[in-house]
């Protein structure tokens, strides 16, 4: 049995320890990119690798790139390759933050054409509330043969959105806070504000209370609203730099609205160019 987008603690549980399975442990911070890896030295899932954001799930971005380009393909199946993936790998994927990094990993596995990836319903703190085991042990060496087939079809590019979406071609999701995307505050990019057009969707309104996914019937709810009618293959999603944007793709997926695409550069590369409009317009 595969895992397409959650897996829950029990399932994962019941097969930590098999052959065919690799667990990879995503936690980041975005303000402290040493701190995801300081926690996994401290204490991870048995057998778990470690994926840095910048490190292993982006490329360093160019001078027209936003924050977190993609990783070129054959890097990114050469890492995938060294955690021990294989063609037929079931893959996991965890981190603190209610899947915020974790759904990066997930995205990009589907981009690569590696269906079998889930993400851990809850992550690291759903396995300690269930009072199983964090380790420090070296997870064991592995070698897969992994190779990949990229999807092209799964991205959409800043040219593409600056022509669909002032004709309502696209529906262009956001995934940011509600006070980035109206501009009113912005940590962490130059301008601040949203592509014109776009239509707010948080990615933590993906969640409930607990820190886990909403229920599949409630996430169809929500983003069959959204879509209003439109198919999932006229939908793409952003955020600040193509991360917190892989949740609200998984979201969809999970509620049965697949074939929607990533704007990998999101909100940090559409500024780059500043013939782009912004709303509010930028000063």
């Known amino acids: 049995m595969a895992f397409h987008d959650l897996i829950d603690v029990d399932d994962l549980?019941?097969?930590?320890?098999?052959?065919?399975w690799v667990v990879v442990d995503c936690r980041f911070d975005l303000a402290d990119p040493a701190a995801g890896?300081?926690?996994?030295?401290?204490?991870?899932?048995?057998?778990?690798?470690?994926?840095?954001?910048?490190?292993?799930?982006?490329?360093?971005?160019?001078?027209?790139?936003?924050?977190?380009?993609?990783?070129?393909?054959?890097e990114l199946a050469a890492t995938l390759r060294g955690w021990g993936v294989s063609t037929d790998t079931q893959i996991v994927a965890y981190d603190d933050a209610g899947g915020a990094f974790a759904a990066r990993l997930w995205w990009l596995c589907r981009w690569l054409g590696h269906d079998a990836v889930a993400v851990l319903d809850g992550g690291v703190q759903a396995w300690v509330d269930?009072?199983?085991a964090l380790t420090r042990d070296a997870p064991e060496p592995r070698a897969g043969d992994f190779t990949g087939n990229p999807r092209p079809a799964l991205v959409a590019t800043a040219d593409e959105l600056a022509r669909e979406v002032p004709t309502e071609g696209i529906l262009l999701l956001d995934a940011r806070s509600p006070e980035r995307f109206r501009?009113?505050?912005?940590?962490?990019?130059?301008?601040?504000?949203?592509?014109?057009?776009?239509?707010?969707?948080?990615?933590?309104?993906?969640?409930?209370?607990?820190?886990?996914?909403?229920?599949?019937?409630?996430?169809?709810?929500?983003?069959?609203?959204?879509?209003?009618?439109?198919?999932?293959?006229?939908?793409?999603?952003?955020?600040?730099?193509?991360v917190t944007a892989c949740h609200d793709l998984l979201a969809m997926h999970r509620a049965g609205l697949t074939d929607a695409r990533l704007f990998p550069g999101s909100w940090s590369e559409w500024i780059r160019d500043p013939v782009r409009p912004t709303d509010p317009p930028r000063h």
């Not at 969640?207 to 996914?213: A, H, I, K, S, V």
């Open 37 to 74: 890896e300081a926690r996994y030295r401290e204490g991870r899932l048995p057998g778990a690798r470690y994926a840095h954001l910048d490190r292993d799930l982006s490329a360093p971005p160019g001078p027209a790139d936003g924050r977190h380009p993609l990783p070129a393909p054959a």
């Open 183 to 242: 501009g009113e505050a912005e940590p962490i990019d130059p301008v601040a504000g949203h592509v014109p057009g776009a239509v707010n969707r948080p990615h933590t309104a993906n969640l409930d209370g607990d820190g886990r996914f909403a229920a599949a019937q409630d996430l169809r709810e929500d983003y069959g609203g959204l879509l209003d009618g439109r198919s999932p293959h006229d939908v793409v999603v952003m955020c600040g730099s193509g």
């Open 13 to 20: 549980a019941a097969r930590i320890d098999a052959p065919d």
């Open 130 to 132: 269930a009072e199983l």
